[in-house]
């Protein structure tokens, strides 16, 4: 049962452009949505992340968006560069005591130079 | 580097042994969780302490057991080892006590059962 899903498992994308990858979720207790990117040999590292009080959350070039009657997020960098070519995992999490991450697959983004 | 340190960085073994991961989770952090990524999967959640409890339990093989010492580090053991056991083993740790908190990863122990 994956409550968590990344449908695209890779994405390629024109330095500078925009990337967007997506991410669903089907347990409406889920109320707190993380990005993480990873490289290979490495942990997760922790990039963005938003409360389902808001619909949107920006860092630099780093946008979150949330449509929770969608049970959809996104991720949106722009513009990408090619250091953004990582691994990237979704991530949810329930109400307080039960603070445990749920993950999608991740998707491999590529920014071609 | 998040603060999360992990050891060993690769273990290698064979079926039917035990092995025991280390955790140090960030200065102040209270919660410790334990997650499993096998090949091609996302990470799964197998289990948290918190300030030395443990607080849940995901899905947590019945060979493995975890535990979090008065020093916050944490340990999981893994015994009799299975070739499907091969995968990282990632530890995250958290302030504790707090809504919607960000979990930070260590670099995890890549372990290969032979």
């Known amino acids: 049962d994956q409550q968590v899903k990344q449908n695209s498992p890779s994405l390629s994308v024109q330095e500078g452009r925009i990337s967007i990858l997506n991410c669903d979720y089907t347990?409406?207790?889920?109320?707190?949505f993380l990005w993480y990117k990873k490289y290979p040999a490495e942990g997760p590292t922790f990039l963005i992340s938003i409360s389902s009080i808001k619909d949107k959350n920006e860092d630099g070039r780093f946008t979150v968006f949330l449509n929770k009657s969608a049970k959809h997020l996104s991720l949106h960098i722009v513009p990408s560069q090619p250091g953004d070519s990582a691994v990237y995992f979704c991530?949810?999490?329930?109400?307080?005591?039960?603070?445990?991450?749920?993950f999608g697959t991740g998707t491999r983004l590529t920014i071609i130079p | 580097d998040s603060g999360v340190t992990q050891t060993p960085k690769h273990l290698i073994t064979a079926t039917g042994q035990r092995v025991t991961l280390r955790c140090s989770p960030r200065?102040?952090?209270?919660?410790v969780y334990w997650y499993q990524q096998s090949l091609d999967q996302g990470l799964q959640f197998l289990i948290q302490y918190y300030n030395g409890e443990e607080r849940a339990k995901g899905n947590i093989l019945e060979r493995f057991s975890a535990q979090q010492f008065p020093d916050l580090h944490s340990e999981l053991n893994l015994s009799s080892l299975e070739l499907g056991d091969s995968a990282l083993y990632f530890c995250?740790?958290?302030?504790?006590?707090?809504?919607?908190?960000?979990?930070?990863f260590g670099p995890g122990t890549r372990l290969l059962v032979l």
């Open positions: 991530a949810a999490s329930a109400s307080f005591g039960n603070e445990k991450l749920t």
């Open positions: 347990n409406s207790m889920f109320d707190y």
């Open positions: 995250a740790s958290s302030v504790g006590g707090v809504e919607r908190e960000t979990q930070y």
């Open positions: 200065s102040g952090d209270l919660s």
